[in-house]
């Protein structure tokens, strides 16, 4: 009996923190950034982005109006783009998150091209 009741316990500790660990990586990214950051504030902020088919690129148009911002997909191959508006004081005004279609995971890819799918 202890030990049924030992084993049913740990299992439900096991399957809840399944469930959380899936709630919080499938809960949507929000860039840190803050009205009135700087230009620099918000670089930071965004990872330093960098100029790679599928990783950051930041196109700029000077140092206001808008910048366009592309993360790296998430594991399950979620995209979005991040404009982020700077007024003429080189201050973040607003941003926006747009979703991208979803595509494949790479570590998904890879698995399928080894299975011949």
Same mark, same amino acid.
């Given at each position: ?18 469930? +959380? ?5 499938? =809960? &949507?990214?929000?860039? #840190? *950034? ?10 930071? +902020? ?5 100029? =790679? &088919?599928?990783?950051? #690129? *930041? ?52 698995i399928l091209q080894l299975v011949d799918w």
């Open positions: 009996m202890g030990r049924k009741l030992v084993v049913t316990f740990c299992l439900t500790v096991l399957v809840l923190t399944g469930i +959380a660990i899936v709630g919080v990586r499938m =809960a &949507p990214k929000t860039p #840190l *950034l803050r009205k009135g950051m700087t230009f620099d504030e918000a670089y930071d +902020a965004m990872g330093h982005p960098i100029s =790679a &088919p599928n990783g950051g #690129l *930041l196109a700029t148009n000077g140092l206001y109006g808008s910048h366009i911002y592309y993360p790296c997909p998430d594991w399950l191959g979620n995209q979005e783009v991040i404009t982020i508006e700077f007024d003429s004081n080189h201050k973040v005004e607003s941003w926006e998150i747009t979703p991208r279609e979803r595509t494949r995971p790479e570590w998904l890819s890879r």
